[in-house]
């Protein structure tokens, strides 16, 4: 046998005996911080109604999650029913890259130019998709560059009475160990304690350091 045909039959030998079937993608197992209804077909059914505010599929889910709660008001805005006209563009980002201050924030409300923006800090980029429409809920809120302690105040009570919802429609959501699930648990306490109410909430807001440079009131926001 000369070299040649000896190295084909080599080759040959090495190749696989067959060749791997694709594994379905919609029998992929989803995380399990997502409700059951989330499964790869439906998440993928529901992503050309959200794509345009970001690229990361748990917002998608998460703004899902807020249909049917206190937080669709937030959700439509989030889509486009504000004060820009536009769909709120959200991402994970390092805040303290904006402003060294903001670097422990849970996430920001932002205006450039006429457009809206919503920044989550990276660390709760694998927060329950619960947790995080609780938050958007809050932050869908800030639609221009004004700001005040009444502002704020609603904004954390709507956080907490959206938390207080889906804790229940989606006890999945609710993991202790989360830090973002931490803060919404804190929130929900105060919001039961003040008779889901804003008592409590309204309380925390103005000891809060971070505001206390803020106005009373801001437009569409002067009852405090």
């Known amino acids: 046998m000369n070299k040649n045909n000896l190295k084909k039959i080599l080759f040959v030998m090495q190749l696989p005996a067959f060749s791997a079937k694709k594994q379905d993608p919609s029998l992929l197992e989803m995380p399990k911080t997502y409700p059951a209804k989330y499964t790869y077909n439906y998440v993928k059914q529901i992503t050309p109604m959200y794509k345009e ?3 990361d599929e748990v917002l998608y889910v998460a703004l899902d ?34 402003n060294p201050d903001y670097a422990n924030f849970d996430a ?25 429409a609780a938050l958007l809920s809050h932050e869908a809120l800030h639609q221009d560059e ?6 704020e105040t609603y904004a954390w009570t709507m956080e ?21 699930v ?11 304690r003040g008779g889901y109410s804003n008592r409590y909430i309204k309380k925390t807001v103005m000891s809060n350091e971070g505001y206390k440079n803020l106005p009373s009131t801001s437009p569409g926001f002067e009852d405090l």
Do not use: C
């Not at 923006?117 to 998709?129: G, M, S, V």
């Not at 004004?146 to 502002?151: M, Q």
């Open 146 to 151: 004004y700001n005040s302690l009444a502002e």
């Open 53 to 55: 505010v970001g690229k």
């Open 182 to 192: 931490v803060r919404e648990n804190q929130l929900k306490k105060l919001f039961e």
């Open 65 to 98: 999650m807020l249909k049917g709660t206190n937080g669709e008001f937030s959700r439509n805005a989030i889509l486009g029913n504000n004060l820009s006209g536009r769909a709120v563009k959200i991402e994970f980002r390092d805040l303290g890259t904006i």
């Open 160 to 180: 907490a009475s959206v938390w207080y919802e889906i804790s229940k429609l989606y006890p999945e959501s609710n993991d202790e160990l989360h830090p973002l």
């Open 108 to 132: 920001l409300g932002w205006k450039k130019n006429k457009q809206l923006f919503i920044y989550i800090n990276p660390r709760h980029k694998d927060a329950p998709p619960g947790a995080l």
